[in-house]
């Protein structure tokens, strides 16, 4: 166990100050190289071809010559990579490595500690400043459509890893999340699906279930569809409301009860997950509510309660790089069922994609 002491902002000198602002500087830099190899490929060509001097790198993945050398040079210099001399001399002939943890951190998109995408997330942040100074200034924001591509994709690729090797066993450790979705015909609505990934877990796990995303971001759910037909899943996603409210209160079907289950990102536009939970219940609406959040503290859970006054059946999982916690909002008047299982909302016929 490690303890951290901090020292008051008003013990701190401004030599330690500034030692502090320069290392945030310093760190800064290294994320802006990061983004380079990720977005240029070199990172990833280094973990398929193996070690290369700055002639194969841009062989292997294009790119300048000369900047090439430069990036491989800083890199070793960061502690990223590994600078061999090849015995004959000259800059050029040194080969650089990419060692086994920066390899998986930056490359494998099926770990749980896939960082990769996270400079491109800060990087595609860092260009909207003007827009966030004119927010400060004036009032408003910045949209997560103004953010773009960069911050769309950057957040997804974070988060499939959790969703395609987490996300199944997180649920099938809560008997009453189980049965509920092992049901033929069960359907699940994905609120703030995203580029897919969860509704495509959900589907995987669940092949006798529909599962259909919703989310406000058009861009996101073209996105979702092709990597749902690509998966070959049960999934299909749609553009929902500006409102999340609007979403799972007005559209006919959830009113109908049409979803046996609602999951739910607790980072939504307009209000957050638990604020959506509020919502259906001040509605009237029942249906049981998964909510998605790396906020794990016993506050925080009971805050989820008290958003939905439900009782609650919890699983825990390892966090890392992306962590959830999952409730299970289930009506305080209904409870379980005399059969032990969850009260069922009347609802139409359970329709297939």
Known sequence: MTTTTTTPPSDVTADEFAERLFGAALGTMEILSVHLGDRLGWYRALAEGGPASPEELVARAGG???????????????????????????????????????????????????????????????????????????????????????????????????????????LQGVDTVDAVLRRPGARIAD??????????????????????????????VSLANTNAAAAGVLASAASSPPSPVENVTKRGHLLAGDYDILVLDILLPAMDGFDVCRALRRADIWTPVLVLTALGDVEDRITGLDAGDDRLAACSTDQRAVGRHDLLGIPPAHGLGRDGRLPRVPREPARHH
């Not at 010559?65 to 990036?71: K, P, Q, S």
């Not at 004036?138 to 994709?153: I, N, T």
Request: charged share 20%; net charge negative.
């Open 191 to 220: 609120i703030g699906c995203g580029a897919g990934w969860s509704s495509i877990a959900l589907s995987r796990a669940y092949p006798q279930a529909s599962v259909d995303g919703h989310d406000v971001d058009a861009p996101s």
């Open 64 to 170: 300048n010559l000369r900047y090439a050398r430069e990036w491989l040079e800083q890199q070793a210099v960061y502690g990223i990579l590994e600078a061999a001399d090849s015995g004959e001399g000259g800059a050029d002939e040194r080969r650089f490595t990419l060692p086994p943890g920066a390899r998986e951190v930056l490359t494998d998109t099926s770990s749980l500690g896939y960082l990769g995408p996270l400079a491109r997330m800060l990087v595609g942040s860092a260009v909207q400043m003007p827009a966030l100074l004119a927010a400060y200034r004036h009032g408003g924001g910045v949209s997560w459509a103004q953010l773009g591509e960069d911050a769309r994709e950057s957040q997804a690729d974070m988060n499939r890893p959790w969703f395609e090797r987490q996300l199944a066993g997180a």
